[in-house]
């Protein structure tokens, strides 16, 4: 059913039932709240520095830096019954998708009214129409927070380990790009501001063609999105709200995703094989993962 070939599915088939990658909920899941460790870091200015290898706990499990330095997260999956006659990892994609539903817990955009009977039908038919299973960018807010930054004088490099996606943020931008604003892009046109430690990042000019979240959550093209990061110590904190009273009631902060420190030198991105949306006229079932 996937038309991608992930890390995350070839070592659930290795593993079996018995252990699961938890990258598939790598924009939803909250994390587990690290102690900070030592001092957060600065620049010569004196503003924090993001820069860094940062991890999904996924709220708990192993946290071990292979050989290459990279860390890997196992948690939990749900075996098959006892006696059962069935494959390893056969439930793997069934309670991924009921991990990623639950992961918003009561924390959910409102929509108004005349938008929920198209929010309900993105989310039925979400193996048919999610832009990200037919192979369309995450976009803001779906990608969620970064696996890798790398800052400069002027600019934070966001680097995510899904799609092989990228943003770049200048630090030094107060004002929207007149041109750049006006387009319709996955990830928008950004500026920056600090409060205090926290540093802002404010988007508009966005694509409509993008989800805020794996329910079928649709957004307008007059959508804002304002990202507050801040570090302490060795946990990173990235929260979300997102303004459109075109199609939202009110704006949805959503809940806090927590990434931990990966310390070790030799970590590095492993590259996200391509997308192939050549599975779609084959799918039969509404169930996904």
Wanted: proline share 7%.
């Amino acid at each position: 059913m996937m038309r991608r070939i992930r890390t995350s599915t070839v070592l659930a088939g290795v593993l079996g039932a018995a252990l699961w990658l938890t990258a598939a909920d790598a924009t939803m899941q909250q994390g587990g709240a690290a102690k900070p460790a030592g001092p957060t870091p600065r620049v010569a200015d004196g503003k924090v520095d993001f820069s860094g290898m940062w991890v999904n706990t996924g709220g708990g499990g192993d946290i071990k830096p292979d050989e290459s330095g990279n860390v890997t997260v196992l948690s939990r999956g749900r075996p098959c019954h006892p006696g059962q006659e069935c494959k390893p990892a056969i439930n793997f994609e069934r309670d991924s998708g009921v991990r990623q539903r639950l992961a918003y817990g009561t924390n959910v955009p409102l929509y108004k009214p005349e938008y929920w009977a198209k929010v309900e039908y993105n989310d039925v038919n979400g193996n048919f129409v999610d832009p990200e299973i037919n192979c369309y960018p995450d976009g803001l807010p779906r990608i969620g927070a970064p696996s890798k930054i790398v800052q400069t004088a002027n600019e934070l490099i966001l680097l995510y380990a899904s799609h092989n996606q990228f943003r770049v943020v200048r630090l030094d931008a107060t004002q929207h790009d007149p041109i750049r604003s006006q387009d319709l892009t996955y990830f928008g046109d950004s500026i920056t501001r600090w409060e205090g430690d926290t540093l802002v990042i404010e988007s508009i000019g966005f694509t409509d063609e993008s989800w805020l979240g794996w329910p079928g959550y649709l957004h307008s093209n007059n959508m804002r999105v304002v990202e507050r990061v801040t570090r302490n110590g060795n946990q990173l904190t990235w929260q979300f709200e997102i303004h459109d009273p075109e199609v939202l009631m009110q704006p949805w902060t959503m809940t806090p995703l927590r990434r931990v420190l990966n310390a070790n030198p030799k970590a590095m991105l492993i590259e996200d094989l391509p997308c192939e949306a050549r599975d779609n006229k084959h799918i039969v079932t509404r169930e996904r993962g």
